[in-house]
């Protein structure tokens, strides 16, 4: 029996269409808002098969073209790690 598996774009589309929370990873089940509390997250993404690193190398949702970080949260981000923390 042959069994079809959705890509990942589709499946980001459905999710955003039922306005859950984006999954970034989906191998890691690292969405959006885990990464808006912790940046930290973001190093665990892409570390099995590795399909939404070229989402993430350009700070977009898979399967979106809406952004990940805003740019204030991505100054914000690159501050704190600098200063050692994510807070």
Known sequence: MLTLMPN????AKVLRL????MYICICNQITDSMLKEDARYITKCG????????????NL???T????????ELLLAYRNAQLGGMG
């Open 8 to 11: 990942i774009d589709t499946i």
């Open 18 to 21: 039922n306005n859950c929370c």
């Open 47 to 58: 570390t099995q098969c590795g399909k939404c690193i070229p989402y993430i190398q350009q």
């Open 61 to 63: 949702i898979p399967g």
């Open 65 to 72: 073209e809406d952004a990940i970080y805003s740019e204030e």
